[in-house]
């Protein structure tokens, strides 16, 4: 089907675990005429859920994608995961639709990330709708829900239609003024939403005073109607079963009728530059202009290859067209054009502005890169998504040895498919590190890259990055002598030591007078002690803030050499930090835990027990609060996890490194009584 950019509609599918979106976008591509039979999330027939773990868990955990051409229009549904493991997949979906249909359980009522991404939408300037979902559901409250979605989210919360027939159909309440429903009455909505969409411009308001409901235009009306969604003023809500189909032709109708295309949504948030030069651009979804698209899903298909999910804003993009990544000065020739339907890819001939379209087999392409055709356009990118940082991590190492890079490159593919999955490498503690946002997301993860990529690994909780210091004056001396058959070793060296303040570093001091070290040697008498700083003196952790300072030594004129000099450097220093009163620090983060107002005794008085220094708590919207503290980072490692039980789920929260502080005594002695430092042969 050919089409216009007015014509297309970006619409993505969120809400909560268990809603039923899946089985919506599939009960939508059927009625739209996309596919001939809806799939089944229980019997694994979906489009959306097409991977092997999604089948065998029965829930979405990664985002999918299909098209629907119906009644002159080109809808490009999104549908997302639910769990908040996937909120990675949700979020970087939000950067590419003008439109976010937020999908609540009729029998579950508002939970917790139904109020995250109503705040998300809005944050990121979509309009937004309510789909009450499983309307069928025995017992569901539908009168109550609507009020309880109005006190939480505002009045500008309308029903757009309502359940009728005891939940088997939905009447129309916008174009249509009359007619019976399962409660309230068509005549009132439809005059609630009529005033909510009217008040919003003058000139339409002049007209329906003056002449009522019948003075407006069909197009005045929609207009109105649009404005109200761009600027937040109305958040219609609507009515499904997905199972029985009610309500899901009509779903479909005001998608086409009323939601907004590319043109009429906000203008997405292009920045050109970067820091302080950074300007605000606009986009022009104008399809003579250069080209102008964002990447904002990678998937790594088994038979396809790297698959680069994008949408355009502006010009059009064509097979043959040569697109530069980024500020890339070597371009590449987009040979194949693909438009999805969940695994499936149908080739096209161009993507217009506002479309979603995919290119394969690109591998410099990463996530949220910008494709453009001119270098007009480099340095343009789009405000960055404000992704949850990943907080729960696993240190990993291949099963087998000689997988290491085989193990790196899998890693690097997912990760490039996760916004929310992150791989680092810690060269200090010599560990792979893998975070994710909660232990089920790196599980799963761990099993598709065993299933996908052939690598198994060993897990365990990374290793907290002590530190050690002193906090004396001290001094120390070592005279290093050995005597074999030929030359020698001799080398002797004075030295003290002065801690530094914290984050003070390193320094080392040259005060030798009359040369009793000769100056070539001095470098090798700091390599000594920059050993000992590197591999620690009581606990096996890098040394840190301490000022070395070298004022005496003898030196031989034959059996000198650098090495006794390394040895007696890094001895005299070992000896000085034995008498300094040498401490094991450990690193305290900031956080921030939010939770419901109800779970907040719990959450003080466990951080209470983790040694936590609580600083305070702010309200939050909806009944959250955000509790405030330090902590040290040994007592969060396996925070996620207890947290999540505590709070049904519900819990969040954020680390941020603060500084480094002693460990109490108790615990220094046993992280000294656990060191078994290597014996070294002088």
């Not at 979405?60 to 299909?66: C, D, E, F, G, L």
Request: proline content about 5%; some cysteine.
């Amino acid at each position: 089907m050919s089409y216009s950019t007015q014509e297309i509609r970006n619409i993505a599918l969120a809400g909560q675990a268990g809603a039923g979106k899946t089985t919506l976008f599939e009960a939508l591509l059927h009625a739209g005429g996309a596919i001939q039979t809806a799939g089944s999330v229980d019997k694994g027939t979906s489009i959306s859920d097409h991977d092997a773990m999604e089948r065998e868990r029965k829930h979405s955990i990664n985002s999918a994608i299909a098209s629907i051409d119906t009644a002159g229009a080109h809808i490009n549904l999104i549908d997302t995961p639910g769990f908040h493991e996937f909120r990675g997949q949700t979020l970087s979906a939000l950067g590419a639709v003008e439109t976010c249909a937020i999908v609540v359980d009729a029998a579950v009522g508002i939970v917790h990330n139904t109020r995250r991404l109503m705040e998300r939408a809005q944050k990121r300037g979509l309009c937004r709708i309510l789909v009450i979902n499983k309307i069928d559901h025995e017992g569901a409250d539908l009168e109550g829900l609507v009020e309880a979605l109005r006190d939480e989210f505002g009045n500008q919360c309308l029903p757009i239609n309502l359940p009728a027939n005891k939940a088997a159909s939905v009447v129309d309440c916008f174009f249509q003024p009359q007619g019976e429903a399962d409660f309230s009455s068509v005549a009132h909505a439809h005059q609630q939403i009529i005033d909510q969409v009217v008040e919003i411009n003058e000139s339409v308001m002049g007209h329906y005073l003056e002449d009522g409901e019948a003075g407006l235009s069909g197009q005045e009306l929609h207009d109105a109607f649009e404005q109200c969604l761009r600027e937040g003023h109305l958040v219609p809500i609507c009515f499904t079963s997905a199972r029985t189909g009610a309500g899901v032709k009509e779903l479909l109708d005001i998608a086409t009728r009323l939601l907004p295309n590319p043109l009429e949504g906000n203008p997405p948030p292009f920045v050109k530059g970067s820091g302080a030069n950074a300007q605000v651009i606009r986009a022009s979804a104008d399809p003579a202009h250069h080209v102008i698209a964002d990447v904002f899903k990678i998937v790594n298909d088994p038979f396809v290859g790297k698959l680069s999910i994008f949408r355009v804003y502006q010009g059009t993009l064509r097979k043959d067209t040569q697109l530069f990544i980024d500020d890339g000065k070597k371009p590449f020739k987009v040979g194949h054009l693909f438009k999805l339907k969940g695994k499936d890819h149908a080739e096209i001939e161009q993507a217009i502005p506002g479309d979603i379209a995919a290119v394969a087999k690109v591998e410099e392409i990463h996530f949220d890169a910008i494709l453009h055709d001119s270098h007009d356009e480099d340095q343009i990118h789009l405000a960055p998504i404000d992704f949850p940082l990943p907080m729960f991590g696993l240190a990993v190492q291949p099963a087998h040895k000689g997988q290491e890079q085989k193990l790196a490159n899998a890693l690097a593919r997912l990760g490039e498919e996760d916004p929310c999955f992150r791989v680092e490498h810690n060269m200090e503690l010599n560990e792979t590190i893998i975070r994710g946002l909660s232990d089920l997301h790196l599980k799963l993860m761990l099993e598709r890259m065993k299933e996908r990529y052939g690598v198994e690994v060993t897990t365990r909780p990374p290793r907290i990055a002590y530190r050690e210091t002193i906090a004396l004056k001290a001094e120390g001396h070592y005279r290093h002598k050995k005597q074999t058959g030929g030359a020698g070793q001799f080398g002797e060296v004075f030295l003290r030591i002065e801690p530094l303040p914290r984050g003070g570093g390193f320094e080392f001091v040259d005060e030798v007078k009359g040369g009793t070290i000769p100056g070539q040697y001095l470098p090798a008498v700091e390599k000594g002690v920059r050993q000992v700083l590197e591999h620690g003196a009581i606990a096996g952790h890098p040394l840190q803030d301490v000022k070395v300072i070298v004022y005496d030594g003898k030196y031989h004129a034959v059996d000198s050499k650098e090495v006794a000099f390394v040895s007696a450097g890094k001895k005299a220093f070992l000896e000085a930090i034995a008498n300094a009163k040498p401490q094991v620090l450990e690193p305290i983060v900031n956080l921030d835990v939010t939770v419901s107002n109800a779970h907040m005794g719990d959450v003080t008085g466990g951080l209470a027990s983790k040694r936590a220094r609580i600083s305070g708590t702010d309200s939050l919207r909806g009944g959250e609060i955000v509790v405030k503290a330090q902590v040290p980072l040994a007592e969060i490692v396996d925070y996620q996890t207890e947290l999540k039980a505590m709070t049904g789920g519900e819990g969040r929260y954020t680390i941020e490194f603060s500084h480094y502080e002693p460990v109490p005594a108790q615990i220094q002695k046993q992280l000294v009584d656990s060191w078994k430092p290597r014996v070294e042969e002088d």
